[in-house]
């Protein structure tokens, strides 16, 4: 049987679990309304006082919010409680712009702590574990976040940080360590330089990894999963919500599920801002139900996904989100056509390539260009011309049946392309430099 960290959440009736989201969604509405001026404001142009929360379904009447608003009170305009009660600052690793500061009092840290705790506990951690966490420690939260829920079980902690792989290879091999928590990217970039050094994964003891903080296909989960010899595991999260460990997958592994107790997700129609409900793609919006010092209401993600109560067999009764396809900020319009780089990442890993790809758009005498750039893996580098010639050619028919345009294909040697220790680089928008 599945062990849960918190069966009496994690399994509880659907019934039960709305009860708690309205009395902790009622609270939450009161404390903002009552402590952050910008809410205040918000809620009275939007005519909507806390009295008029009576259901689940009255948060429709809050308006959203979003990134930039963010920006806009940086840096603690959206906090909650006075700066004395809070004890910890993090900021979001500012992948497309200016960075955003979240607080946590030690309650929210215990709540954040919490949920790491569920998601490692569905990974299969318990406290004989050995957590091996190299996502990196500082403003970023997956070091702390990842370590806050390995500390909540008990389980033995080393909080590596991200980079200097060999040396991660090496601690993961003399500690015995048994989980691995970093990014998908640099899990695959671990597993690399493990084989690198001449090890394969019967030299280490890896049975499971927690991998998250930044899209990644299920292609490329095999791959890892293969390298390492682990199950491997997603994690979804965002600072502004509070970290990783907002939804979690299980043993399933068809998606995750949402720490709903503290986090009531919504799916909308990114254009209308119409709920859309279960079961439909859209862009998914969380409201923090228990967070205080910090606390975003109908916080617009800009991730894409579906949201679903389809019964899980891992037991657990927690609403599951599918891995979001990438945010709408990543989606790529070519000559009118949405591209998402997972789409890529899909062919290219269906084709035998390793996650070692770059993308390149430009935009020509008004004309977007689109290069797909992959390193040939070490057996497809010692073929003939004729072979690699070969191979580029099913690679460009791939992409075009996938995508529904030509991309242009370019192979590279191993190791050409910078690795990420972090969240992985995909794509360079040459046409964003011109703008
Ligand atoms: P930044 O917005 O600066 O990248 P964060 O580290 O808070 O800062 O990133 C959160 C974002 O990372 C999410 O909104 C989502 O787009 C992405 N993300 C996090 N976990 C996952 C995951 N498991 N799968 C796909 N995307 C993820
Ligand atoms: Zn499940």
Not at 341 to 366: C, F, H, K, W
């Amino acid at each position: 049987m599945d062990k849960y960290y918190q069966p009496e959440i994690e399994t509880a009736s659907v019934g039960d679990i709305r009860k708690i989201q309205l009395e902790r969604l009622q609270e939450q509405v009161k404390h903002v309304y009552a402590n952050v001026p910008y809410y205040r404001e918000k809620m009275d142009k939007a005519g909507v006082k806390p009295e008029d929360i009576k259901e689940l379904a009255d948060i429709a009447k809050l308006p959203f919010n979003y990134k930039q608003d963010l920006r806009d009170t940086y840096p603690y305009g959206m906090f909650a409680v006075p700066l004395k009660d809070v004890v910890r600052l993090h900021a979001s690793s500012g992948t497309t712009g200016k960075q955003v500061v979240a607080g946590y009092t030690r309650g929210d840290l215990d709540i954040w702590a919490e949920c790491c705790a569920r998601a490692l506990t569905a990974a299969g951690c318990t406290d004989e574990d050995v957590v091996h966490v190299s996502y990196g420690y500082g403003l970023f939260t997956g070091g702390l976040g990842a370590d806050g829920g390995a500390m909540k079980i008990g389980a033995v902690t080393v909080p590596v940080s991200s980079g200097n792989t060999k040396r991660q290879v090496n601690i993961l091999k003399d500690f015995g360590s048994s989980i691995l928590c970093c990014t998908p990217s640099y899990a695959l970039h671990i597993a690399e330089v493990l084989h690198e050094m001449g090890y394969t994964k019967d030299d280490i003891s890896l049975k499971a990894g927690v991998f998250g903080a930044e899209p990644w296909t299920n292609e490329m989960r095999l791959q890892i999963e293969e390298l390492l010899g682990i199950k491997a595991y997603d994690i979804y999260g965002l600072t502004e919500i509070i970290g990783p460990g907002v939804a979690f997958e299980c043993a399933e592994q068809t998606g995750m599920h949402v720490n709903e107790d503290h986090f009531l997700v919504e799916v909308i129609d990114p254009d209308t801002g119409e709920v859309l409900g279960e079961d439909v793609q859209g862009e998914i919006v969380f409201t923090c139900l228990t967070r205080k010092a910090f606390p975003l209401l109908r916080y617009r993600t800009r991730d894409i996904g579906v949201i679903t109560r389809q019964k899980c067999s891992c037991g657990r009764t927690l609403i599951k989100m599918t891995k979001p396809r990438g945010r709408t900020d990543d989606m790529l319009i070519i000559r009118g056509v949405n591209v998402f780089p997972s789409q890529i990442e899909t062919v290219l890993l269906e084709q035998g390539y390793m996650a070692n790809y770059q993308i390149v758009v430009d935009r020509v005498d008004n004309f977007d260009t689109i290069e797909v750039q992959v390193e040939m893996t070490k057996e497809l580098f010692s073929d003939t011309v004729r072979g690699i010639a070969e191979r580029a050619r099913e690679l460009t028919e791939g992409l075009k049946s996938m995508l529904n345009i030509n991309a242009k294909v370019t192979l590279l040697e191993p190791n050409t392309l910078p690795r990420s220790e972090g969240k992985a680089k995909r794509v360079i928008d040459k046409r964003k430099l011109h703008d």
